[in-house]
């Protein structure tokens, strides 16, 4: 059971003067986020907005004819693994090989690493994690014959005769990593199937970083990485370079999914395509960024309605230090910043055990370690000490990172559940 562990007072956010308990007992607590039980900040997950984005994701997949290995690194929850695997989830994907080393733990037996994979000791564990397991079968990315020299290094070092499942990985001209050129691309993959050390499973991409939430521009920016991915897969499919059955094909962040289901879906190949979607931010959403991206999905896609976010930091009012400024229990220790201030959407006054939306125009200027600057307009409706405000996030990632547990509540602000995280 994933989420049998110990809440205690070693835990940001658990009360110091509550007994310990395990997290499939928390609900008998009887706590509630608006009765003050827990301690400020405090950052939740909406259940109810989180089973629905388990099942839009799964269901947008199958409907589109593509697998999903949603992207661990989101929230290095197993809890939360174990429920995309139950929801339907084709396997993982990860950032490293001790992320890998999570899913494995939490259920997963068929990943992605997305990301290269050469040092020795994440080649170790690699090597280790198969052998522990057997029905485990795991794809990383290589994109360079200088990568590749060192996995035949340590292959020989090691005196292994495994052939690691490896992706070939095309990317954008200044951008990240991944081959630059057709032809780049092609010698690559002719060593791989020459290597005693790796075989080639497909071809890989990422998708995100031409993206600028304009439709327009992503489209076609998307849709020329598509095609270059697609004229290296023909080409080397012709060149009988792939080793599988199948010829992987994946890519897909969280912002422009919808634009390379097309790739997904090749057709005309030797071999059938497993065309493999890696969407991670989708399981909670947010506020901000994502929630930007979204709006041009869903008109892409004819949708009137899609993801929900399910990610809140709860915070109290602990100063009101002159007209316009109140400052808030929460900063950059517990919330992201990394590509926006977070946004106040949810309020109670500190007698009240119910949340209505913040006013128009209150807003989060800045954060300290442990403070966030809410701005508003004096004239209008104004914060008190003790009131309660629930921050929406920009970009999840970086505020799971945050806490080692966090609790699920339903819509009420009852605590029911926890998950955890191994950052």
């Known amino acids: 059971m994933t989420n049998d562990f110990i809440l205690d007072h070693r835990c940001k956010s658990y009360p110091l003067t509550a007994t310990p308990c395990r997290a499939v007992d928390l609900a008998s607590k009887g706590w509630n986020v608006l009765a003050d039980d827990l301690v400020y900040p405090l950052a939740v997950i909406r259940n109810t907005a989180l089973v629905h984005n388990l099942a839009w994701m799964q269901d947008y997949a199958n409907r589109k004819g593509v697998a999903l290995a949603p992207h661990g690194k989101t929230t290095m929850s197993p809890e939360l693994f174990a429920r995309q695997l139950q929801a339907g989830a084709w396997g993982l994907t990860f950032a490293t090989v001790y992320q890998l080393s999570v899913g494995v733990e939490a259920g997963a037996r068929r990943a992605i690493i997305a990301n290269q994979v050469l040092c020795d000791a994440d080649l170790d564990g690699l090597h280790t994690l198969l052998l522990q397991h ?51 691309a092609l010698a690559l993959a002719q060593a791989i199937a020459r290597s005693p050390a790796l ?6 991409c990422y998708e995100g970083s031409v993206a600028h939430c304009d439709s327009e521009h992503d489209a076609k920016e998307v849709t020329a990485l598509v095609r270059r991915v697609t004229e290296a897969t023909r080409q080397c499919d012709q060149q009988k370079l792939f080793a599988d059955a199948n010829i992987m094909l994946t890519a897909g962040g969280s912002a422009v999914f919808d634009l390379v289901v097309p790739l997904l879906r090749t057709q005309g190949l030797s071999k059938p395509v497993q065309g493999i979607l890696r969407s991670g931010c989708y399981i909670t ?31 109290m009012v602990q100063s009101v230090p002159e007209p316009g400024l109140a400052l808030l229990t929460g900063g950059r220790r517990d919330l992201s910043y990394d590509l926006e201030m977070p946004v106040p959407v949810r309020w109670a006054r ?24 809410l701005r508003y307009d004096p004239a209008s409706t104004t914060p008190a000490v003790g009131d309660r405000l629930a921050l929406g996030i920009s970009h999840p990632c970086t505020t799971f990172d945050k806490w080692r547990w966090l609790p699920l509540v339903d819509d009420s602000e009852s605590v029911i559940e926890a998950i955890s995280t191994r950052f």
């Open 285 to 315: 959403h947010d506020h901000g960024n994502y929630m930007r991206f979204l709006k041009h999905v869903e008109q892409r896609e004819g949708l009137d309605a899609s993801l929900r976010p399910a990610l809140e930091v709860w915070t």
């Open 199 to 204: 075989q080639l499973g497909g071809i890989e």
């Open 134 to 184: 057997p029905d485990l079968r795991v794809w990383f990315l290589v994109d360079s014959l200088a990568q590749l020299r060192c996995i035949e290094d340590w292959a020989a070092r090691r005196g292994s005769t495994k052939r690691f499942d490896t992706l070939l990985e095309i990317g954008v001209p200044g951008q990240r990593t991944g081959c630059r050129t057709l032809d780049e």
């Open 350 to 373: 500190r007698t009240e055990r119910t949340a209505t939306t913040t006013p128009t125009g209150w807003t989060i200027s800045a954060l300290n370690d442990h403070h966030a600057y």
